[in-house]
């Protein structure tokens, strides 16, 4: 049997890349948390009808890309391959429609059987936002926003939001209509895909990046002149309060996104810097998503971030998130190491960033270790240390050591974390 490795399509997340995803999840956590959203954390597989009905069947993610097993007990599930359908579906069950608009927010993996690239895996992770009870276009303006917020205050550059609008279902079904009627005299001129979603899924033919299909898209119908006046003034509104909140914008009449759940809203924010694979945000307003799956008509609104893309803009911006320890405790003897461990959890509960050294190996190794750890400082103790109640402390870039009392070292917290401070920006 040979060596046991990640599947095609997954990979590990090792400690040097996990600074960058924290990062990004305390952003997020922060800046959602205050605009009153809380965090649902559904569950990473469901019924397989749950997303047949809510994705939609003809859909490119339920016809080729869903991972789906039978359990024990002979049911259809499936690993999640996004996580709207199943916020709405807990949404539904615990009752949550009586309890007036709903501000959620998730983030984990998701899954699609699709072919790995850079960016794109196939176990992929995102950050997801629903807001569910508010028909008003302010509701899609805040929650771009606050997907606008997120990229920016984590340093992206480069970014464009495209905008569209997908209208209702009567709208998509003139426009449908006129679609159809204009692509099927060009349907042996289609790549092989937009053939088949041309009886289909035909508003999928608009996302095609095949250069021949757009080029033959370039004079087709537009959907923005089938809106219906309702469907219009709600667009109107959306794009007057982005610009209020300087906010701005591209039209792309043919952003439809992949799910059949969208109406009217439909957004994507873009990166320059990602070439092929350029969507780092994505979504818009779903309002017959959550009756469909079998509530009350509910309006609603969402989109997700997608993680690996967004880790990889990261990397390309800036170096990671500093890890910096304040401290490397070093101990050898028979009474100093438990000790150490003591004053080293003190510390820790203090608010300071301790690596313990746990080796009992020669101070020079151990010193060695100190300097290869970036910590600021090293604390030394030994059995003398250890009667005398002391502690050796040596700053790492000057090599300055003093002896200190274990008991003042813990009473001068706030004065020895400035000192820390002062000492890691001289270097």
Excluded at 256 to 284: K, P
Excluded at 308 to 315: A, P, Q, V
Aim: with cysteine.
């Amino acid at each position: 049997m040979g060596d046991i490795q990640a599947l095609r399509g997954t990979r590990d997340i090792l400690p040097e890349e996990v600074n960058y995803w924290q990062q990004v999840e305390t952003v997020a956590k922060e800046i959602l948390t205050k605009a009153a959203y809380t965090e649902i954390r559904p569950p990473i597989f469901e019924q397989t009808a749950l997303f047949e009905r809510g994705i939609g069947e003809a859909t490119d993610v339920v016809s080729k890309e869903m991972y789906t097993f039978r359990d024990r007990g002979d049911r259809s599930c499936t690993l999640r391959p996004e996580g709207t359908a199943g916020v709405v579906r807990a949404f539904i069950e615990h009752g949550l429609q009586s309890q007036g608009v709903q501000r959620l927010w998730y983030t984990g993996p998701m899954f699609r059987y699709e072919r790995p690239q850079a960016g794109r895996q196939r176990q992929f992770h995102q950050i997801g936002l629903e807001l569910l009870g508010s028909p008003s276009p302010l509701a899609d303006v805040e929650t771009i926003a606050l997907a606008t917020d997120i990229l920016e205050r984590l340093g992206l550059q480069h970014l464009t939001l495209e905008l569209n609008s997908v209208g209702d279902a009567s709208d998509r079904q003139r426009y449908r209509a006129a679609l159809v009627e204009y692509l099927t005299p060009y349907k042996d001129q289609l790549d092989a895909d937009s053939q088949d979603r041309l009886t289909s899924n035909p508003l999928r033919i608009l996302d095609s990046k095949d250069e021949q299909t757009q080029a033959i898209l370039e004079k087709a119908p537009r959907l923005l002149d089938y809106l219906g006046e309702e469907s219009r003034q709600h667009f109107e509104q959306v794009k007057a309060q982005l610009t209020a909140l300087g906010i701005d914008y591209k039209l792309n009449p043919n952003l439809v996104r992949g799910l059949d759940y969208y109406t009217h809203t439909a957004f994507e924010i873009q990166s320059a810097d990602l070439g092929a694979q350029a969507t780092v945000c994505g979504g818009g307003r779903y309002d017959g998503l959550v009756s469909q799956l079998g509530g009350d008509d509910t309006p609603a609104m969402g989109w997700a971030i997608g993680m690996e893309r967004l880790i990889l803009l990261l990397k390309q911006l800036k170096d990671p998130p500093d890890p910096r320890l304040d401290f490397y405790m070093a101990s050898r003897g028979d009474r100093a190491p438990a000790q150490a461990l003591i004053l080293a959890q003190k510390l820790r509960h203090q608010g300071f960033r301790v690596e313990l050294d746990l080796s009992g190996s020669r101070f020079q190794k151990q010193f060695k270790r100190a300097d290869r750890s970036g910590a600021v400082a090293c604390l030394i103790l030994g059995d003398a240390e250890a009667d005398q109640g002391t502690v050796n402390l040596k700053w790492m870039a000057t090599q300055e050591q003093s002896v200190l009392k274990q008991n003042q070292l813990l009473a001068n917290s706030e004065e020895l974390r400035q000192q820390i401070w002062q000492a890691a920006h001289q270097e």
